[in-house]
């Protein structure tokens, strides 16, 4: 019996031992996130990588493309093709692959693959109070590691039971409510994955104003630092 007690012990340290990447070098990435709009962001490191392209202006250039589900607001075929280029890589769900042309990695929850040297854990993303994403259709958000830091691209989403197994330095959460999670219900979510810094996204486009971005930073203050950043 003892034997199996400290086998049991060794094998929980792991996850117990996780704390992060320092708060400083959390904000060094921070500062190198960019808000398009909606759920568009374009994160700068050794490889620029973009997440569910929508209303691109200006034409750029992606080493990555990450889309969480075949939503036109997510998963835009002219929005990714102004990001495009010859060595673009997509990850994608398959619905929405189908969409897209290049060189598309299609992906399903509880799968891990390294892009270009970026690592990324797909996880789930539904809903559990509404229809508009059901669980069965396997749509998808990412962890994805840049510098060293997880970043968490939730996509549409309700606060699932699953987050409170999600390692990650920096989440970006939904806030607007309607079709993803309130402000409110965000913020528990918010708590229950405990990032180093939390950004809203899914507001002002569509649905959702700035005021639920506001209220989502002001319900966190003093627990989880939230950055709000500006659509560019």
């Given at each position: 019996?003892?034997?199996?007690?400290?086998?049991?012990?060794?094998?929980?340290?792991?996850?117990?031992?996780?704390?992060?990447?320092?708060?400083?070098?959390?904000?060094?990435?921070?500062?190198?996130?960019?808000?398009?709009?909606?759920d568009?962001?374009?994160?700068?490191?050794?490889?620029?990588i973009y997440?569910?392209?929508?209303?691109?202006?200006?034409k750029?250039?992606?080493?990555?493309?990450?889309?969480?589900?075949?939503?036109?607001?997510?998963?835009s075929?002219?929005?990714?093709?102004?990001?495009?280029?010859p060595?673009?890589?997509?990850v994608?769900?398959?619905?929405?692959?189908?969409k897209l042309?290049?060189?598309i990695?299609?992906?399903?929850?509880?799968?891990?693959l390294t892009?270009?040297?970026v690592?990324?854990?797909?996880?789930?993303?539904y809903?559990?109070?509404?229809?508009?994403?059901?669980?069965?259709n396997?749509?998808?958000?990412?962890?994805?590691?840049?510098?060293?830091?997880?970043i968490?691209?939730?996509?549409d989403?309700?606060r699932?039971?699953?987050?409170?197994?999600f390692?990650?330095d920096?989440a970006?959460l939904?806030v607007?409510g309607?079709?993803?999670?309130?402000a409110?219900?965000?913020?528990?979510?918010?708590l229950?994955?405990?990032?180093?810094?939390?950004?809203?996204?899914?507001?002002?486009?569509?649905?959702?104003?700035?005021?639920?971005?506001?209220?989502?930073?002001k319900?966190?203050?003093?627990?989880i630092k939230?950055?709000?950043?500006?659509a560019?």
């Amino acid at each position: 019996m003892k034997k199996i007690a400290i086998i049991v012990i060794m094998l929980a340290l792991p996850l117990c031992a996780w704390a992060g990447q320092k708060e400083g070098d959390v904000m060094d990435i921070v500062k190198h996130m960019h808000r398009i709009g909606h759920d568009t962001f374009k994160v700068e490191g050794e490889k620029t990588i973009y997440t569910d392209p929508f209303k691109i202006t200006k034409k750029d250039r992606a080493d990555i493309i990450l889309i969480t589900h075949e939503h036109y607001d997510h998963c835009s075929p002219e929005d990714v093709a102004k990001l495009q280029g010859p060595d673009t890589v997509i990850v994608a769900t398959a619905d929405c692959a189908a969409k897209l042309k290049g060189n598309i990695k299609t992906v399903k929850p509880g799968d891990k693959l390294t892009v270009q040297g970026v690592d990324i854990e797909v996880v789930p993303s539904y809903n559990i109070n509404k229809k508009f994403h059901p669980k069965g259709n396997k749509w998808v958000g990412y962890i994805f590691t840049v510098d060293g830091v997880r970043i968490y691209l939730a996509g549409d989403t309700d606060r699932i039971p699953e987050m409170k197994n999600f390692k990650c330095d920096i989440a970006l959460l939904p806030v607007s409510g309607t079709y993803v999670m309130t402000a409110e219900e965000a913020v528990q979510a918010a708590l229950d994955i405990k990032p180093k810094v939390a950004i809203p996204m899914h507001y002002a486009s569509i649905v959702g104003t700035d005021d639920d971005a506001r209220e989502f930073a002001k319900a966190l203050e003093g627990k989880i630092k939230v950055v709000v950043l500006e659509a560019q």
